[in-house]
């Protein structure tokens, strides 16, 4: 099976695309009348920003983090699927979650939107974390 800077190429493919579907899950399932209450988004908010092109970037950003992810779990030798979620979850905490809430903190990003979008990062950095640990 091909690399890609050393990680399987079909290990970075499961895993964006189940960070991908989480979100789906997250944000257009379980989350989504939360969601387009505190940001103030109603029906044609998709239509008016691009919904397309917000889904394509959303999903490069996944693929980006989700390779980034495998990276760092191969450079720390991340050998088994605990150590690989523990330092997925490392990574989620003193990154991700941090840098996401520059927006709560610094914005007029509502919390209760700011702490859904850290559970969905913990998970899934989690999930990625434990996915990487069977591939690579």
Same mark, same amino acid.
């Given at each position: $099976?091909?690399?890609? +800077? =050393?990680?399987? @190429?079909?290990?970075?493919? #499961?895993?964006?695309?189940?960070?991908? &579907?989480?979100?789906?899950?997250?944000?257009?399932?379980?989350?989504?009348?939360?969601?387009?209450?505190?940001?103030?988004?109603?029906?044609?908010?998709? $239509?008016?920003?691009? +919904? =397309?092109?917000? @889904?394509?970037?959303?999903? #490069?950003?996944?693929?980006?983090?989700? &390779?980034?992810?495998?990276?760092?779990?191969?450079?720390?030798?991340?050998?088994?699927?605990?150590?690989?979620?523990?330092?997925?979850?490392?990574?989620?905490?003193?990154?991700?979650?941090?840098?996401?809430?520059?927006?709560?903190?610094?914005?007029?990003?509502?919390?209760?939107?700011?702490?859904?979008?850290?559970?969905?990062?913990?998970?899934?950095?989690?999930?990625?974390?434990?996915?990487?640990?069977?591939?690579?």
């Amino acid at each position: $099976m091909p690399r890609i +800077f =050393g990680l399987s @190429l079909l290990g970075w493919i #499961v895993t964006s695309i189940a960070f991908f &579907l989480l979100g789906y899950l997250f944000f257009g399932v379980i989350f989504l009348d939360n969601m387009t209450e505190l940001m103030g988004y109603d029906e044609n908010t998709a $239509m008016n920003f691009g +919904f =397309g092109s917000q @889904l394509t970037l959303g999903f #490069v950003n996944v693929a980006v983090t989700s &390779l980034g992810l495998g990276l760092l779990l191969k450079w720390l030798k991340a050998e088994d699927m605990v150590t690989a979620i523990k330092y997925g979850l490392f990574a989620a905490l003193v990154f991700a979650i941090t840098t996401e809430a520059y927006a709560w903190v610094y914005g007029n990003f509502p919390i209760e939107m700011a702490i859904i979008d850290g559970v969905y990062i913990l998970i899934g950095y989690s999930m990625v974390a434990a996915i990487w640990s069977i591939f690579d």
